[in-house]
């Protein structure tokens, strides 16, 4: 099955399974991310003051409809001079990641996912996944889903080591869910046609923030912003991050 034919019939899936006790949420979200005041430690504890001091997206919900959705899913960022940082919580209690090597293709499993659009018109947008393994994929577009079929896979986000997962993977007593945690260099979106700037106070770009989720059923996926069609590559369906602050 192609990717794009996998996420229609992993959105469908998810569809027929959430939650409707809910009114769902289709409106574009919008978080403001504070700047960081110390340093972060990339461990996938997620206790640092920085963390604490930053607030939780809404709870993920289900991509085709926006009503609420398992596995349980949000999110936490923050930003300095160098940096941005992402922080995500996913309780889940069936967890399979065992794909290795370069650029391994992770939405075929459990992972985490950001779609970042610097300048927010949909093209030279960045993908980045990680997965409760530890493992990492990363990758650039020109504009939607082009080039086929995964984007420029050589663009390199510099992630290595800047990454960390706590959590049960493939317990013999059941899975619990899993904390990530990334820090992303701003010259890694210094790429493409229209290389990006870090942001100053006051900026906008727009984000996607996903959670890839397989179960015994099948294969599925929430989101932050809801794309609400069977493709999380919807740049127009990216939610506003905004940089605020201390």
């Known amino acids: 099955m192609s990717r794009g034919r996998w996420w229609v019939a992993g959105a469908l899936l998810l569809s027929a399974a959430g939650c409707t006790c809910a009114e769902p949420r289709t409106d574009l979200p919008r978080y403001e991310a504070r700047r960081a005041s110390a340093a972060v430690t990339i461990d996938g504890r997620l206790d640092d003051a920085v963390w604490d001091d930053a607030p939780w997206t809404e709870p993920f919900v ?12 949000r999110a936490k960022l923050a930003w300095d001079a160098d940096y941005l940082y992402a922080a995500f919580e996913v309780e889940d209690d069936y967890l399979r990641a065992d794909l290795t090597g370069h650029d391994p293709h992770l939405w075929t499993q459990d992972t985490v996912e950001l779609m970042i659009d610097p300048d927010g018109d949909g093209l030279n947008y960045f ?10 994929f990363d990758t650039r577009y020109d504009s939607r889903r082009i080039p086929q079929p995964f984007g420029h896979v050589g663009w390199d986000s510099e992630l290595h080591g800047e990454v960390a997962v706590r959590g049960t993977l493939n317990d013999e007593d059941g899975d619990e869910g899993y904390t990530a945690e990334l820090r992303i260099p701003w010259e890694a979106f210094a790429a493409g046609q229209t290389p990006a700037e870090p942001p100053s106070a006051g900026d906008t770009w727009r984000l996607a923030l996903y959670v890839l989720d397989i179960h015994p059923e099948g294969q599925g996926g929430v989101g932050w912003s809801p794309p609400l069609i069977g493709d999380f590559h919807v740049p127009e369906r990216f939610g506003h991050l905004v940089f605020a602050g201390p």
């Open 62 to 73: 289900n991509t085709m409809t926006g009503a609420p959705a398992h596995p349980r899913s």
């Open 127 to 136: 993908e980045l996944q990680l997965a409760p393994s530890g493992e990492t």
